[in-house]
């Protein structure tokens, strides 16, 4: 399992950057899937099918999960899928500013908050998805909340300065960090998350009649007072059909054609599966807790001066308690997850 920022992030991140304006603010994609449908005749059909997306944001808003994100409409025709199909897709990005392609390839799920939202541990765990949890110490933990209790009720700027004071100060006092796997909360904070991020025109588009239903008479003044925002629905009217569609990468082919040799293509590959089951991880970290603790009662001493330089230097005191956490938590740290290829374009 790893929290590493993927090598092609970085790459995808920048064209994406070069390839924005004024004229094109968003970064449009094709995504394709493989859907398979039932004759009249019994009979299984199998059939390849595209369309043109928006690209919205890492999943979670952090680019070290390597997942995309797209909004859907959960009555739309993607989500026609029978329950033992694979969720594979292929995605296409062209960038015509700078003459790059990306074809990504993968796994994708959704989550609304129509749906169960039950993304098996497997799949997170091969994907690396995780919530990162940093715990502080309960004792400063309560002063603050006092302070802020106090600010609260007597409105006082010095206590409001003291309060942020204290916090400042608490930034060292890190206990532990953790990973777990997300849990429903965490599925429904990051859906109302990507839907505040959309415009009111946006969001209308979610309350429209659904896709592909034929047009009546009806319907078409539906959708013209929808289109002149007279329908007299609120704002999170349609929010039910909302979806937050999360592509998992496993292949990324890229293509460089303004490179001088006549192009450049690289292919990056996920090369390790960590399939670890979150009782397993729970466990992982009870036994190291164990341990530290054994150790932090034979170095009394010691422990007190870790605890003083994470006060001092609390940014440096995070990134080596992250590692620390991540080595024995079963999240590979410096092992290669990705493949990376150079080959003829």
Request: charged letters at 35%; one cysteine or more.
């Amino acid at each position: 399992m790893s929290r590493q920022m993927a090598p092609w992030v970085p790459l995808f991140q920048q064209s994406c950057k070069n390839n924005l304006n004024e004229k094109h603010p968003f970064t449009p994609f094709q995504f394709s899937t493989v859907e398979i449908s039932t004759n009249e005749d019994g009979t299984e059909e199998v059939k390849p099918c595209v369309r043109t997306v928006v690209l919205r944001d890492f999943l979670f808003n952090d680019k070290k999960t390597n997942v995309l994100t797209f909004n859907t409409d959960l009555r739309s025709g993607k989500m026609n899928v029978h329950d033992n199909q694979r969720h594979f897709f292929e995605s296409c990005f062209y960038f015509p500013g700078t003459w790059e392609q990306y074809r990504l390839s993968g796994e994708w799920f959704c989550v609304s908050l129509n749906g169960e939202n039950e993304i098996a541990d497997s799949k997170l765990a091969k994907y690396g998805i995780l919530i990162k949890e940093v715990i502080r110490s309960n004792d400063k933990t309560n002063e603050i909340t006092s302070k802020t209790t106090t600010n609260i009720n007597t409105n006082d700027v010095d206590d409001e300065n003291n309060m942020k004071e204290l916090e400042k100060e608490d930034e060292g006092e890190i206990t532990d960090i953790i990973y777990r796997f997300p849990e429903s909360q965490d599925w429904i904070d990051e859906v109302m998350r990507e839907w505040s991020s959309l415009s009111r025109g946006a969001k209308s588009l979610y309350r429209k009649p659904p896709p592909g239903e034929i047009l009546t008479n009806e319907t078409s003044k539906k959708l013209d007072k929808i289109q002149r925002g007279v329908d007299g629905a609120k704002e999170d009217a349609g929010l039910e059909n909302f979806g937050v569609m999360c592509l998992c990468i496993d292949k990324v082919d890229y293509l460089n054609l303004k490179d001088g040799r006549g192009g450049e293509r690289r292919v990056f590959k996920r090369c390790f599966d960590a399939v670890l089951s979150e009782s397993d991880l729970e466990e992982e970290h009870d036994d190291t807790t164990i341990n530290n603790n054994d150790n932090d009662n034979d170095n009394d001493d010691q422990k007190g001066e870790i605890v003083q330089e994470e006060h001092e230097e609390h940014d440096e005191g995070v990134e080596e308690k992250e590692e620390e956490v991540e080595e024995v938590c079963g999240i590979i740290s410096g092992q290669e997850l990705w493949t990376e290829e150079e080959v003829c374009p």
